[in-house]
């Protein structure tokens, strides 16, 4: 388990020469951080450029992973502060009002410390060593939100489950902000539209006049076509083409395994050992279909990014209306598995890590069927007040993307229904102007 530093009054690093080469390693380690990413930034890369031996930071931080979780800790805390400033919520314009503004206050925090909490989601992986810590702050943050939430008089949607919706939302969109993930979108109208959207979840009946937009109404330009088969994305169907039914039942095994190794390890940390212990063959096997492991990881991401444009279109294929709450709920059910087997596909689109032209083409071009297809079920929506539709998408896909992962091993985890009902009803109430909802 990792422990914080203690810097006491014994410990040989005090003083003020010592303090200033802790806070060189700490810069030196973010502005590293922020160019290579934690997986592929060293311990040793950190002393040379500080100017320092590698025994010599070890005075400082027993190791990479400490001297990350100093910087956890130090964001963290900056984000539960924010949660105390939070006044009363409401269906009214002081209701809204509060909201939009700790929103901004969150958004500021996030510029501030943007290069941890980039690294942060980068780190966080359910096997992680990480993670244990992750998952303190999420309860804790979830925790405080949700006595937030209850004393608002929120109704329809269990405080703590709106709790967990507000913080995938709120962290993943600004993510999305620092890692050109909105096309884009103005600030302004990812604050607006994100105030609206999490008004709306906790409060259906807020009056469209209570809700005051400051940015633009800025629209995104024409999308370029999406693939319209399996060819456009590059997938390699013929590669396990007219092999037997056997040798298809093994790959079948390894790319099953690979999912689920992915989905639990990093791409750094998992390995070709840790995939054919988990499909319960040879190391032999494996080589014989598959170079190494990032070439598993492409056919995954392959095999992923064509499903996905399929679950895209079907989506986009779902009226926005009354008549399509139940449609929506089996969709999302659906998607809340795929989620879960492609958890590691969706990571490494996320971290851009490994950097691999072929994953991270895939995943601009993944991004951009989804988008465009949130654009479609978003603009039919008729309402009464200004909403940016743009900004509206890619907050729902912060939303379907990120809050699957947060749960897990978490006070807060959800069977796979339960989550997709939660999704659901946000959805509903946050996007789609609450219409399924009265059909309730």
Same mark, same amino acid.
């Given at each position: 388990m990792l422990r914080r530093a203690s810097y006491g009054p014994t410990s040989p690093v005090v003083g003020q020469?010592?303090?200033?080469?802790?806070?060189?390693? #700490?810069?030196?380690?973010?502005?590293?951080?922020?160019?290579?990413?934690?997986?592929?930034?060293?311990?040793? @890369?950190?002393?040379?450029? /500080?100017?320092?031996?590698?025994?010599?930071?070890?005075?400082?931080? $027993?190791?990479?992973?400490?001297?990350?979780?100093?910087?956890?800790?130090?964001?963290?805390?900056?984000?539960?502060?924010?949660? %105390?400033?939070?006044?009363?919520?409401?269906?009214?314009?002081?209701?809204?009002?509060?909201?939009?503004?700790?929103?901004?206050?969150?958004?500021? /925090?996030?510029?501030?410390?943007?290069?941890?909490?980039?690294?942060?989601?980068?780190?966080?992986?359910?096997?992680?060593?990480?993670?244990?810590?992750?998952?303190?702050?999420? @309860?804790?943050?979830?925790?405080?939100?949700?006595?937030?939430?209850?004393?608002?008089?929120?109704?329809?949607?269990?405080?703590?489950?709106?709790?967990?919706?507000?913080?995938?939302? /709120?962290?993943?969109?600004?993510?999305?902000?620092?890692?050109?993930?909105?096309?884009?979108?103005?600030?302004?109208?990812?604050?607006?539209?994100?105030?609206?959207?999490?008004? &709306?979840?906790?409060?259906?009946?807020?009056?469209?006049?209570?809700?005051?937009?400051?940015?633009?109404?800025?629209?995104?330009?024409?999308?370029?076509?999406?693939?319209?088969?399996?060819?456009?994305?590059?997938?390699?169907?013929?590669?396990?083409?007219?092999?037997?039914?056997? /040798?298809?039942?093994?790959?079948?095994?390894?790319? +099953?395994?690979?999912?689920?190794?992915?989905?639990?390890?990093?791409?750094?940390?998992?390995?070709?050992?840790?995939?054919? =212990?988990?499909?319960?063959?040879?190391?032999?096997?494996?080589?014989?279909?598959?170079?190494?492991? &990032? +070439?598993?990881?492409?056919?995954?991401?392959?095999?992923?990014?064509?499903?996905?444009?399929?679950?895209?279109? !079907?989506?986009? !294929?779902?009226?926005? =209306?009354?008549?399509?709450?139940?449609?929506?709920?089996?969709?999302?059910?659906?998607?809340?598995?795929?989620?879960?087997?492609?958890? %590691?596909?969706?990571? #490494?689109?996320?971290?851009?890590?490994?950097?691999?032209?072929? &994953?991270?083409?895939?995943?601009?071009?993944?991004?951009?069927?989804?988008?465009?297809?949130? +654009?479609?079920?978003?603009?039919?929506?008729?309402?009464?007040?200004?909403?940016?539709?743009?900004?509206?998408?890619?907050?729902?896909?912060?939303?379907?993307?990120?809050?699957?992962?947060?749960?897990?091993? =978490?006070?807060?985890?959800?069977?796979? +229904?339960?989550?997709? $009902?939660?999704?659901?009803?946000?959805?509903?109430?946050?996007?789609?102007?609450? !219409?399924? &909802?009265?059909?309730?």
């Amino acid at each position: 388990m990792l422990r914080r530093a203690s810097y006491g009054p014994t410990s040989p690093v005090v003083g003020q020469r010592g303090a200033q080469t802790r806070q060189a390693i #700490v810069e030196a380690a973010l502005g590293l951080f922020a160019d290579r990413g934690f997986h592929a930034t060293l311990v040793d @890369d950190i002393a040379h450029a /500080v100017g320092i031996s590698r025994a010599a930071l070890y005075q400082y931080f $027993e190791s990479k992973d400490q001297l990350f979780v100093e910087l956890l800790h130090e964001a963290g805390a900056a984000l539960l502060r924010v949660v %105390g400033r939070l006044g009363p919520l409401g269906p009214t314009v002081a209701g809204y009002d509060n909201l939009h503004w700790w929103l901004g206050e969150w958004a500021w /925090v996030y510029d501030r410390y943007s290069t941890m909490f980039v690294q942060w989601a980068n780190v966080d992986s359910p096997r992680a060593p990480l993670r244990p810590l992750i998952v303190q702050f999420v @309860d804790n943050y979830a925790s405080r939100m949700a006595e937030r939430v209850l004393a608002s008089g929120v109704e329809g949607l269990d405080p703590e489950a709106a709790a967990m919706v507000l913080l995938a939302l /709120v962290n993943r969109t600004n993510y999305y902000r620092h890692t050109n993930g909105v096309r884009g979108v103005p600030d302004e109208d990812i604050l607006d539209t994100l105030a609206t959207v999490a008004q &709306l979840i906790l409060f259906p009946s807020t009056p469209a006049d209570a809700i005051v937009r400051h940015g633009s109404a800025g629209l995104r330009p024409a999308p370029a076509a999406a693939p319209t088969d399996d060819s456009a994305w590059g997938f390699r169907a013929e590669r396990f083409a007219g092999l037997s039914e056997r /040798v298809q039942a093994t790959v079948r095994q390894l790319l +099953d395994a690979g999912a689920r190794v992915f989905a639990a390890h990093s791409f750094h940390v998992a390995n070709v050992d840790d995939v054919v =212990t988990e499909a319960g063959l040879g190391r032999g096997t494996f080589y014989r279909y598959f170079d190494d492991k &990032l +070439d598993l990881m492409v056919t995954l991401a392959e095999e992923c990014a064509v499903r996905l444009q399929t679950m895209s279109a !079907a989506l986009a !294929a779902i009226p926005p =209306t009354r008549e399509g709450s139940t449609t929506l709920r089996a969709w999302l059910k659906e998607f809340v598995r795929f989620h879960r087997r492609y958890a %590691g596909i969706f990571r #490494v689109w996320l971290e851009q890590e490994p950097r691999d032209p072929r &994953l991270q083409s895939m995943g601009r071009r993944v991004g951009d069927t989804v988008l465009d297809a949130f +654009d479609d079920v978003l603009s039919q929506v008729q309402r009464g007040y200004r909403f940016s539709v743009p900004a509206g998408a890619a907050i729902l896909l912060a939303l379907l993307e990120r809050l699957p992962d947060q749960v897990l091993g =978490t006070r807060h985890d959800m069977g796979n +229904d339960e989550l997709a $009902e939660v999704l659901a009803v946000s959805i509903e109430r946050g996007f789609l102007n609450g !219409a399924p &909802l009265t059909a309730r």
